[in-house]
């Protein structure tokens, strides 16, 4: 058996390995834009952790991610050592830094935004955490009453693998997925009541229809974080056409009973809590990059006008031999009757990129839905060559945190170690975790 000493010593060489791995695929790949994710989090005795994860859009346009570091960190140091491990791995300064609602106020910096999925859960998460007589945790306890007397009961032993598993859930999505899968399995209740003693009483007590109307409620939240958590792919172009379709849906109906338009206004009063934090100006500008939304009209008039203005400030700071305007026989994909004369009327090869990627319509390439945003401007890179360059940098800006699953290498028995012990075990157990896409 090692003493300490070696085994810290290993620790050590064994980290100091997979940062240089990190670092030499990412200095391979040369990013000139990035994106940093920090994740903030408290081991079980209390012990608060930040891991930094970097994305970045690679020239081939693939979409990768890399944790840098785990540290051991306080509020107010989290910024200052975000900087520190950037300066470690060579790295200048991120086009933007995503960060969790519970810790906005750690960071200084314009450029950082909040985690849009935090946001979103946490609307979500209200109409569970209210009063135990509110409808939806009503049911929810009423369901996990019936499912256990169901279960438990040997008289239906032989259906209980028609019944959804009875196990403890704590996040809104599980409790409303639980709901949707006795909602589902409500016929097979009704079948075998009659086999168990008092479940027919117990199932009276829930009115099944508004139980799938509270589902029907939550279902669009669950969408749009199934959305907003792809992976390998940019994520932040679909938040404000998400913002938009949640607050149209949460709008009362007349069809709406009294319970459902009581859980609607309550999750639309948090709801507008948070609509400006998710409609953030990055946001709104990582919009602009998807083809079929560049028009941007589903935004407001003024964060329209911030977004393009932003974009074609950027566009004129790109270093121009870097992004050599394309002779008009070399554009491909466009109808050159209908551009034959466009760029001429701009004088400024900015300004003729920029209008002929506003006026371009995306019904000519028959694409649009059935290419992803990636592949869209992996084809097109020739014909908007600095848009291309921001694209880089505005499509790998995250909306969700990382999984905080590898925390758990830090237990009880270990929170004595000291920091830097610490850091080399996170790092090699998000190295096993996570890498490039």
């Not at 952790?49 to 693939?62: L, R, S």
């Not at 379709?245 to 309550?266: A, G, R």
Request: charged share 25%; aromatic share 8%; glycine share 2%.
């Amino acid at each position: 058996m090692p003493d300490v000493a070696t085994v810290t010593e290993r620790l050590s060489q064994q980290a100091r390995y997979a940062r240089s791995q990190i670092q030499e695929t990412i200095q391979c790949d040369n990013p000139a834009q990035f994106a940093v994710s920090v994740e903030t989090w408290r081991n079980d005795v209390g012990q608060q952790y930040a891991t930094i994860t970097i994305h970045y859009i690679a020239e081939n346009f693939v979409l990768k991610k890399y944790r840098l570091d785990s540290i051991q960190a306080e509020d107010e140091t989290v910024e200052v050592q975000i900087r520190n491990i950037l300066d470690a791995y060579n790295l200048g300064q991120p086009k933007c830094i995503t960060v969790e609602p519970c810790h906005e106020h750690c960071y200084t910096t314009s450029d950082s935004i909040l985690c849009s999925v935090a946001l979103l859960n946490g609307v979500a998460s209200s109409v569970f955490e209210s009063e135990a007589d509110y409808l939806p945790a009503k049911l929810f306890l009423s369901c996990n009453i019936i499912l256990a007397h169901a279960q438990n009961s040997e008289r239906a032993i032989k259906y209980r693998s028609y019944l959804p598993s009875y196990e403890k859930r704590s996040d809104w999505a599980s409790k409303c997925q639980f709901l949707s899968a006795v909602a589902n399995a409500w016929d097979t209740l009704l079948g075998i009541s009659g086999e168990v003693d008092g479940l027919p009483t117990l199932m009276l007590e829930v009115d099944v229809t508004q139980l799938r109307c509270v589902i029907s409620v939550l279902q669009p939240f669950q969408d749009a974080l199934g959305l907003l958590s792809i992976q390998n792919e940019p994520t932040l172009h679909f938040v404000v056409p998400i913002v938009r379709k949640l607050e149209t849906h949460l709008q009362p109906s007349s069809d709406d009973n009294d319970d459902i338009k009581h859980i609607k206004s309550q999750l639309l009063n948090h709801f507008m809590k948070v609509k400006d934090k998710l409609l953030s100006k990055m946001a709104c500008c990582a919009l602009f990059f998807d083809p079929s939304k560049k028009s941007l009209r589903i935004t407001d008039d003024n964060d329209r006008e911030i977004a393009r203005d932003t974009i074609f400030t950027e566009m004129r700071l790109i270093d121009s031999e870097l992004c050599l305007e394309m002779p008009l026989e070399k554009i491909k994909k466009f109808d050159l009757e209908e551009f034959s004369d466009f760029d001429h009327t701009f004088k400024d090869p900015v300004t003729a990129e920029f209008e002929r990627y506003i006026y371009f319509q995306i019904s000519q390439q028959g694409e649009g839905l059935t290419t992803s945003v990636l592949e869209w401007w992996k084809n097109n890179k020739i014909n908007f060559p600095r848009l291309a360059q921001l694209a880089h940098a505005y499509l790998a800006i995250p909306t969700i945190a990382n999984p905080s699953a590898y925390g758990e290498s830090i237990l009880e028995r270990r929170r004595f170690l000291d920091s830097e012990s610490t850091s080399d075990i996170l790092i090699l157990n998000a190295s096993a975790h996570i890498g490039g896409s």
